[in-house]
C-alpha cells in the first residue's frame, strides 16, 4: 500500500519553485515537494505527441508546435514554465514520454534498471528534480524500510562469483556496476507515491551531502497509458 508524501518524516513540502531549490536537506529529510494542484489537460498533450520509441525525449518546440485546446493550452504552459524555471536555475531538464524503461533482468538474482529501487549518485553536488504530468507517479522509501541489496548474503554471494576477483577489488566491482546503489523494501515497508503535478526534488548520493539519498523508483506503467515526465 502507498502513503501520503504528508505522512513521510523524509519529506517536506513548500509552496514555491523558489522555497524548492533554496530549502537545504537536513536532519532526516532528503525529498521535498513544491505541492500543486495543476489545472489543465495533459492527456490531450500525452495523445497528440509522436511516440518515437519506448522514451521519446520532447522539446520546448515539440510541444510548442501541438494544436491544442484552451485546456491543453494551459498544461502546455505549466510545462513550458518548469522547464524555464529549471533551465535558469542552472539544471537541463528533459520531458519525456514514456511507454516504459528497458528492463534488466540479465542476471536473474539482482536487478539495477530504474523500476528497482535506486539511489542517484554524482561526483559533484546536485539534486534530482522530477514531476509527473500524466500517468503513474514514482515511489520513494524511507531510509530505514529499505535493504541495501548487495549487503542481502544470497545476493552478495552471487556477486562474488560474479565477480570473480580478488576480495580487495570487490566493493571497486559493486561500485563500478552500480549495484551498491539498488535497494529492496524491508517486509513492512510502506513505500509513498509522488502523485501527479507535483514537482520533487530528491536528494542525491555525492561528496558534500549532509543527508541520506532518497531511495525511489519508476513505477510499473498502467496498461495502455503513457507517462509524461519531467527529470533532471
Known amino acids: 500500500m502507498n502513503h501520503s508524501f504528508s505522512d513521510y518524516s523524509q519529506t517536506a513540502t513548500v509552496s514555491t519553485f523558489s522555497e524548492l531549490v533554496s530549502t537545504p536537506f537536513q536532519g532526516m529529510v532528503n525529498a521535498l515537494c513544491w505541492k500543486r494542484e495543476l489545472k489543465g489537460d495533459f492527456k490531450e498533450i500525452v495523445d497528440k505527441l509522436p511516440l518515437k520509441e519506448n522514451i521519446t525525449e520532447v522539446s520546448a518546440e515539440d510541444l510548442s508546435a501541438l494544436q491544442l485546446s484552451a485546456s491543453g493550452c494551459t498544461a502546455r504552459e505549466i510545462i513550458l514554465n518548469d522547464i524555464q524555471l529549471l533551465t535558469d ?55 530505514d524500510q529499505a535493504t541495501q541489496k548487495i549487503m542481502v548474503p544470497e545476493i552478495r ?72 515526465l519531467l527529470i533532471c
Open 89 to 143: 536555475f542552472g539544471a537541463s531538464p528533459s520531458l519525456n514520454l514514456l511507454r516504459c524503461y528497458e528492463r534488466d533482468e540479465e542476471l536473474g538474482f539482482i536487478s539495477t534498471d530504474v523500476y528497482s529501487y535506486h539511489v542517484d549518485r554524482s561526483p559533484i553536488g546536485t539534486d534530482t528534480f522530477l514531476c509527473t504530468y500524466h500517468g503513474a507517479a514514482s515511489d520513494i522509501l524511507p531510509n
Open 157 to 228: 554471494e552471487k556477486l562474488r562469483e560474479l565477480h570473480n576477483g580478488p576480495e580487495a577489488e570487490f566493493e571497486t566491482f559493486l561500485k563500478d556496476y552500480y549495484f551498491d546503489l539498488h535497494y529492496e523494501p524491508k517486509p513492512d515497508a510502506q513505500p509513498v507515491n509522488l502523485g501527479t503535478g507535483h514537482l520533487w526534488r530528491l536528494a542525491v548520493d555525492h561528496p558534500e551531502q549532509p543527508v541520506l539519498p532518497c531511495i525511489h523508483r519508476a513505477p510499473v506503467e498502467n496498461e495502455g497509458e503513457y507517462r509524461l
